[in-house]
């Protein structure tokens, strides 16, 4: 008796094609700040290199960078820790950064503050800060973007070089808010083209899921990202509720509901089958 041949193409969610096709669509569903860009980012790895944003993307991870050590050391628990000469580095870093923030993000104003960054980096030896970036999760109400850890571990290399320039690893860990419905491009795997679209995450965005789980034709696969350190987070929207909470409760069940509906009142269901 022969073997029953494998199906072509299986996705993660145990859901398998009865057909194959070259091009798949893959669509990206999740809170904001779950990942979802970052793992776009990643499965396309080597279209990241040449990016034509790579002066813009220097530019964000830079001020990510500063921006996260100001939420560090002005967060109340954390600044009553600071003292001496670091508590003026302090006001001078979030003096700095608001001036950058206020002028739209002009590029003079980030030359300022790269200019100070020497004093900056010193912060990040002073035990208060170092206690936070090790312990995050001590301090829930802190909203630092991801990767944090690893950005500041490079702080030197992208704050005081003099033509910063993010490296494939830097590019593949950056955390962009995504708006509206992003179509981030395409991948090869073996004989498939697998074209990937991101989306908004926040709460304000997720009204425009419907328009991805609608689309004519239908994704090949959703995907519902969820971040593990969303455990210890709470929203910004509401620093009353847990992120993980407001996830499980508010899109998970809610939103697979309404793909596995859709999925079953659409013609397009018929390709699939569960294993």
Request: proline share 4%; net charge positive; charged share 20%.
């Amino acid at each position: 008796m022969k073997n029953k041949p494998s199906p072509p193409f299986t996705f993660f969610t145990g859901i398998v094609p009865s057909c194959s096709f070259i091009n798949k669509s893959f669509v990206f569903l999740g809170t904001g700040e779950c990942g979802k860009s970052s793992f776009a980012r990643q499965l396309i790895s080597n279209q990241v290199v040449v990016d034509k944003n790579l002066k813009i993307h220097s530019e964000h991870i830079q001020y990510s960078v500063l921006q996260n050590l100001v939420n560090i050391t002005t967060n109340a628990q954390v600044r009553r820790n600071i003292t001496g000469d670091d508590e003026n580095i302090v006001k001078q870093l979030a003096h700095l950064v608001e001036n950058y923030v206020d002028s739209h993000f002009e590029r003079r104003h980030l030359e300022v503050l790269l200019k100070n960054c020497k004093n900056f980096i010193k912060l990040l030896k002073n035990p208060a800060v170092c206690d936070v970036i090790d312990n995050p999760e001590l301090y829930p109400l802190l909203h630092l973007a991801g990767n944090h850890q690893y950005f500041f571990k490079n702080s030197e290399r992208i704050l005081l070089s003099n033509n910063y320039e993010p490296t494939i690893e830097d590019l593949a860990r950056l955390q962009k808010k995504t708006v509206g419905i992003v179509n981030c491009g395409s991948t090869e795997f073996k004989n498939f083209k697998l074209t990937i679209t991101d989306t908004g995450g926040q709460r304000n965005e997720r009204k425009k899921w419907k328009h991805v789980i609608s689309a004519n034709p239908l994704p090949d696969a959703i995907f519902f990202m969820v971040s593990l350190s969303e455990c210890f987070q709470y929203c910004y929207e509401d620093q009353n509720e847990n992120r993980n909470h407001s996830q499980t409760k508010s899109c998970l069940f809610l939103s697979l509901s309404r793909i596995c509906e859709k999925l079953r009142t659409s013609q397009s269901s018929e390709g699939f089958s569960h294993e």
